[in-house]
């Protein structure tokens, strides 16, 4: 289902539950963005090609999805442990360069640091399950798209049918 990219950061969207096709009761700020596949194929001919082709192709938007409470709660929620357990990660591999510098033996200081390593890399494990979690709670997948005339749509799958009708009645489709 396409729609205006506008609606999408002006938050016009009907207010239906992409997800459950409720009511909405809630928006989720979420970011779309895409670049066409060739693009990548520059990256083995020449960087600067593909770094000057990127920024000329690349479209994002940002805006408002709607959402009802539960789904809204359920991603708050996932969202909160990735940024908890990411930070748990930053923290433990912070603490390795004191740990090391203040304990005298060296293999407690081994065995120390070697322990929050290991925190760290559990926790981030963590952080990316949680995110995948995230996106599959939501699972929604979007992309902006240009028309012929240069306008920016927004392409979503997997939303609700309840949603699509009730984007396509505020389009007039």
Do not use: K
């Not at 240069?150 to 009730?166: K, M, N, T, Y």
């Amino acid at each position: 289902m396409r729609f205006p990219a506008r609606y999408f950061e002006e938050g016009r969207l009907p207010g239906v539950c992409v997800v459950t096709g409720a009511p909405a009761t809630c928006n989720l700020r979420r970011h779309f963005s895409s670049t066409p596949g060739w693009v990548g194929c520059l990256f083995f001919v020449s960087l600067l090609a593909f770094l000057i082709a990127l920024v000329a192709t690349h479209r994002s938007a940002t805006g408002q999805l709607p959402v009802c409470s539960a789904v809204d709660e359920r991603i708050r929620r996932l969202h909160r442990y990735v940024v908890r357990l990411t930070t748990m990660a930053v923290v433990a591999w912070i603490a390795i360069i004191p740990a090391a510098i203040t304990l005298s033996e060296a293999r407690l200081a081994v065995a120390v640091c070697m322990t929050l390593l290991t925190i760290g890399l559990l926790a981030i494990i963590g952080a990316g399950m949680a995110d995948l979690r995230e996106s599959a709670t939501l699972g929604i997948q979007g992309r902006v798209v240009r028309d012929g005339f240069g306008d920016r749509w927004i392409q979503l799958r997997g939303v609700h049918p309840a949603f699509a009708r009730a984007v396509a009645t505020r389009l007039g489709r």
